[in-house]
């Protein structure tokens, strides 16, 4: 009995880890799969390096059986850096340097190797690329005075190349998938990624990478300023579609709902209509709203007075808005949950599990899985807050940034 109020209280534990970016810690899994970390040697003759200039790196499985020839490529996410203070301050951590960087990983959710636990995927060859940039594997430059290294877009390259010489350049099958600002970059690399293999069935993930140009409680534009910084000092916008460039700034291109119109790869959009990071680090953030009158909803959506509710559901309905001519193909997928949450697919609670949130009661993974082996057409949209009884909400703890 004490053992299992103990994993209770486990999984709802919630830490904080990395500037302008949070994670929380999965429901645990039952013996989860230990994967270590493989430095890119041939990465240092690129240039593609790590914000404080050590090797990129990413944790590999191999396949078996059905699944030795097929691939999944999942871009971890951890928030970006905009500013030199923020980026000097992420190279000291894992987010800007493999010196720092886990050794070994579990494997849990969308890259499990457990039938019962991930029915679709669980023996492709599953990679995990680690996040050690600050802008979505998307920047290309240098500040010699502060010593940062913006090689995002470098870094994508060279673990391209070494996946391709491993294996990867005979899969029949692939996809691209990421969480949060990987799953920026999954929307911002996914052509790339396809071009990478003609001949193979290629497809796409972005998991809570739909991030808003949305309008904060105060009227303000917090994430379009954060995005421009991230934009402007990492070079970025020499590598953003250039269809896209030839009618938009760089900034609106570095959205995903402005992306999503040139990505010609089928993509699955999976988010939370109420995006917990969205709300605590763009819609209601402490500048936004100094006196704090949304800090209990930020922490528990159950203190949301109705006004608050409401003015999420226009953030909501602006979401829906952006996914509207998306969603008119029947190669995109879609599952947009009423829910609280942040990532879906790396925890096994939310991702394949006896309670895990459903849309026309199929869970995550089944419509993913539904939609990549052509099997059907999901989308799937939910209905308003608080319809939704499956949701893994988050609460976070009064401490919590």
Not at 46 to 73: E, F, M, Q
Not at 231 to 259: I, K, R, W, Y
Request: neutral net charge; contains cysteine.
């Amino acid at each position: 009995m004490k053992i299992s109020w103990l994993l209770g209280v486990v999984a709802l534990v919630l830490i904080m880890s990395w500037v302008h970016g949070f994670e929380v810690t999965a429901a645990p899994s039952v013996n989860p799969l230990l994967v270590g970390l493989t430095l890119i040697p041939s990465a240092a003759d690129k240039g593609a390096v790590c914000l404080d200039g050590t090797l990129p790196g990413y944790h590999l499985h191999r396949g078996s059986g059905s699944g030795v020839n097929s691939w999944l490529i999942q871009l971890e996410g951890g928030g970006w850096c905009n500013d030199i203070s923020t980026c000097v301050f992420r190279k000291k951590t894992r987010r800007g340097s493999s010196n720092l960087m886990e050794k070994v990983v579990e494997f849990t959710g969308i890259l499990s190797n457990k039938p019962e636990e991930n029915p679709g995927f669980y023996n492709w060859n599953r990679v995990k690329v680690r996040y050690c940039d600050g802008a979505s594997f998307s920047g290309e430059g240098y500040n010699q005075a502060a010593g940062l290294f913006f090689r995002g877009q470098r870094i994508w390259t060279a673990a391209m190349e070494d996946l391709m010489s491993i294996g990867m350049r005979n899969a029949d099958q692939a996809l691209l998938s990421g969480c949060s600002a990987g799953g920026l970059a999954s929307m911002l690399h996914c052509d790339e990624f396809r071009s990478l293999l003609p001949g193979t069935k290629v497809k796409c993930l972005a998991d809570a990478g739909l991030f808003l140009d949305a309008v904060d409680v105060a009227g303000g534009h917090t994430l379009r300023s954060f995005f421009e910084g991230v934009v402007n000092l990492q070079g970025v916008s020499v590598n953003l579609p250039a269809a896209c460039m030839n009618h938009m700034d760089a900034t609106s291109c570095f959205f995903p709902e402005n992306l999503l119109a040139y990505i010609q790869t089928p993509l699955f959009l999976l988010n939370a209509a109420y995006d917990v990071w969205q709300l605590q680090e763009s819609l209601a953030t402490k500048r936004a709203d100094p006196h704090g009158y949304w800090q209990e909803c930020k922490l528990n959506n159950a203190n949301c007075n109705s006004s608050q509710i409401q003015f999420l559901n226009g953030f909501r309905n602006q979401m829906l808005n952006s996914v509207k001519e998306f969603s008119s193909s029947k190669e995109n997928g879609l599952f947009i949950n009423s829910c609280f949450a942040h990532c879906q697919t790396e925890r096994q609670d939310t991702w394949f599990a006896k309670d895990s949130p459903r849309l026309a009661n199929k869970e995550i993974a089944t419509s993913v899985g539904e939609w990549y082996f052509d099997q059907a057409g999901v989308q799937a949209i939910d209905c308003q807050y608080p319809c939704d009884k499956t949701c893994h909400n988050l609460v976070f703890s009064r401490n919590h940034h």
